[in-house]
């Protein structure tokens, strides 16, 4: 529960990666911790995490290779997803920085699938149950062994 809560005591957002758009950098699975930055910090280069979307239920992670102050967006691409000559294809839309959530400070291999599956009905339910069922049969060894 600290690698999954305490980060986010401290400020940071944790998503799953999904897809394969920027590895070997992040692998499909890992859980990302996501800080939110200032984006006169964010440079060339840098990984941030973005809002691919108005509506904001699609976030992506990809690498900002040219920022445009005067729109006030980021071009970025996956550093994965290339064309058959092996050259990096650029995302079609840029990023707005209203969009940008932030840059990713660290990354945990495979961590990913676990957090999906302790967040995420059906499994959060079965936890829980599971945790009441455990809570249950210790009161009632206890009890038994008292008399």
Known sequence: MI????PKILGY???VVTSGSMEPLYPVGSLLYVKKTDTDEIKVGDA????????????ATHQVYEIDKENK??????INNKDEEGNIIHDANPVKFSQVIGKPEKSIKK????????????????ILLFT????????????????
């Open 3 to 6: 690698i999954f809560l305490f």
């Open 73 to 78: 967006e980021f071009k970025t691409q996956g």
């Open 48 to 59: 941030i995490t973005f809002y691919m979307d108005e509506e904001r239920k699609i976030i």
């Open 132 to 147: 009441i069922f455990i809570i249950l049969i210790n009161s009632f060894l206890e009890k038994l062994v008292r008399r």
């Open 13 to 15: 957002k944790t998503f």
């Open 111 to 126: 961590l990913g699938y676990i957090n999906r599956i302790i967040t995420t009905p059906p499994w959060i339910y079965l």
